[in-house]
Nanobody
Framework: QVQLVESGGGFVQPGGSLRLSCVAAGLPVDSYYIGWFRQAPGKEREAVSIIQHNDGMTYYSDNVKGRFTVSRDIPGNTMYLQMNHLKPEDTAVYYC????????????????????????WGKGILVTVSS
């Protein structure tokens, strides 16, 4: 059983920064992806950024590329999402997520296809970007 706990959300003005953390427990030893999704009010949950465990490849949604950076502290089983130059449209509940699937899945099917393959979700944490 994988457990994912997010922290670091809050309120920030446009142009500001926040860093989200996700502490993971019970992660598998085989191939998996771990990363961040978000869901804004009235919208579907969407992939933001993902790391492939085995080779460390990172993937970003086009709307956050160049502003967000995902990273991992493997010994501590902690994942981070550094969010810079935040915009009001980044306001959402952010979820940590894990998918136990083969390497190259995202290369073959795209980042957003991962949403249907998630095995575990965190409870989510709110990020509000507003002036």
């Amino acid at each position: 059983q994988v457990q994912l706990v997010e922290s670091g959300g809050g309120f920030v003005q446009p142009g500001g920064s926040l860093r989200l953390s996700c502490v993971a427990a019970g992660l598998p030893v085989d191939s998996y992806y771990i990363g961040w999704f978000r869901q804004a009010p009235g919208k579907e949950r969407e992939a933001v950024s993902i790391i492939q465990h085995n080779d460390g490849m990172t993937y970003y949604s086009d709307n956050v590329k160049g502003r967000f950076t995902v990273s991992r502290d493997i010994p501590g089983n902690t994942m981070y999402l550094q969010m810079n130059h935040l915009k009001p449209e980044d306001t959402a509940v952010y979820y940590c997520a894990e998918a136990s699937i083969r390497m190259r899945y995202v290369d073959d099917f795209g980042l957003h296809s991962l949403r249907g393959r998630i095995d575990y979700w965190g409870k989510g944490i709110l990020v509000t970007v507003s002036s």
